[in-house]
């Protein structure tokens, strides 16, 4: 992978900030968006703009071959059975509410049970707490070890005839820990079980095969995989889209409509009221298109030897705490995502980020929307680095030289 003819997709990248060149180590928060990106939606607003699905002018028609095109190219990057499977959503945080709201409404009654995990993203909680203020349901939540490791036999033992479903993190976007999916897919199945993966961490930086993994649902966001914001997918089983209830109301997701009732469309249409963002679905292809084209394994590669890279150099600064990393680890074969919080010593994070910032440095701190695991760890906030293809190793070098360099502010 030539990291040097990428980062030329990138033109921010080359920016400088405070008259330093940017080092943008901010990733799982959102990534950079290559040239071919906005061409392809610069273009469409210039050139093909018209409403999908309603006209039968030609302009119309291109647009919803675009905009169509675009669901058989998420299709294709998830490896799902159908286009049928895919809902076009606002992001990650869509997904899951609208699993949350239609799956409760039609199968969950008062008392009835969801699992999660103690590595949530508020995203993956929130939408389940209110639903259990309107229906009453219960959330059980998946213990960890100190690690970051969840333990799975104490979620063997929290199922039960009450579990309805299980909806969990494939990767954190705190610790960078790859969640056991499978493992607890496949027990979930064992009783009947659907399982949602939020994969907002994970399909952006290793290959997610819908048939192969077996998940009922499965949620990603556009602006964290190199596309724009405001789109996201939500992949649903479609013997599972067809049994849910449409999530809103409004144009091209019915049938049909009188004052008396109305009937709906077949998925993903009923759960896409609305006019969609259509030019956003073409840039979200438009960046499934580019990551494919350098390949998921490429970048998998670059950024477990940066996020290897990184660890082991962190580590050697005295009084540093890398969370989400086991003791023994061994740190040349580590599964690990691109995601790195740490904590030095007792200075803040804020004060950490803050002062890196002052060196171009962009990286999260605080408690990155999940704080209930933040709990659980001991801590308010951890300061955190995150990768994407286009990072290098001089930007890893510069980041532990300016952690060396606040250290000694303190
Ligand atoms: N995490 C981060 O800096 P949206 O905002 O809908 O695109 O994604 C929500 C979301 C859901 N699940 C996980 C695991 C996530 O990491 C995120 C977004 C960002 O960590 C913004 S808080």
Redesign the pocket.
């Known amino acids: 992978m030539n990291t040097e003819l990428i980062r030329a997709d990138f033109p921010i990248l080359s920016r400088t900030v405070y008259g330093k060149p940017l080092i943008y180590l ?1 990733n ?3 990534t950079q968006k290559p040239l071919c990106v906005l061409d392809a939606m610069r273009n469409e607003y210039l050139n093909v703009n018209a409403n999908v699905h309603r006209g039968v002018h030609w302009l119309s028609q291109q647009a919803t071959e675009l905009h169509e095109g675009a669901r058989e190219t998420v299709r294709r990057f998830i490896n799902a059975r159908s286009t049928t499977e895919i809902v076009f959503t ?5 997904g ?1 509410n609208l699993i949350a709201s239609c799956f409760s409404e039609a199968c969950m009654q008062k008392g009835d049970e969801v699992v999660i995990s103690t590595v ?2 508020h ?2 909680i929130v939408p389940w707490q209110l639903q259990a203020a309107r229906k009453g349901i219960v959330l059980r939540v998946i213990p960890m070890d100190d690690d970051g490791t969840l333990d799975l036999e104490a979620f063997r033992r929290m199922l039960s005839q009450k579990t309805k479903i299980v909806s969990i ?1 494939h ?4 610790l960078g820990t790859v969640n056991p999916v499978e493992d607890i897919i496949r027990i979930a199945h064992q009783y009947d079980i659907p399982v949602v993966v ?1 994969g ?2 994970s399909a952006p930086h290793f290959k997610v095969d819908m048939q192969a993994l077996d998940c009922d649902f499965f949620v990603f ?1 556009g ?2 995989i190199y596309g724009p914001t405001g789109i ?1 997918v939500l992949y649903g089983k479609e013997a599972w889209l067809d049994r849910l209830p449409p999530y809103q109301g409004g144009g091209e997701m019915i049938e049909h409509v009188s004052f008396e009732k109305s009937t709906f469309e077949r998925p993903p249409l009923k759960f896409e009221a609305g006019t969609p963002d259509y030019i956003a679905t073409t840039g979200l292809a438009k960046a499934l298109d580019y990551v494919s084209s350098v390949g998921l394994d490429a970048i998998q590669k670059h950024e477990e030897d940066l996020t290897r890279y990184t660890i082991s150099q962190l580590l050697q600064i005295d009084g540093m705490r890398v969370f989400g990393i086991p003791a023994d680890a061994d740190l040349t074969t580590l599964r690990h995502d691109a995601v790195i919080s740490f904590q030095l010593r007792d200075i803040h994070p804020m004060d950490m980020g803050t002062l890196l910032d002052r060196l171009g440095i962009a990286i ?1 701190t605080g408690h ?2 999940a704080q209930p695991l933040m709990d659980r760890l001991g801590v308010l906030g951890t300061s955190r680095a995150s990768f994407a293809l286009y990072n290098t190793h001089e930007e890893v070098d510069a980041l532990v030289a300016g952690v060396k360099r606040v250290a000694t502010m303190f």
């Open positions: 901010d799982a928060a959102t606002r992001g990650t945080t869509e899951l949530e993203h995203s993956n993190s990767v954190s976007n705190v939020d907002a961490q966001s602006h964290k996201g999260r990155h929307c």
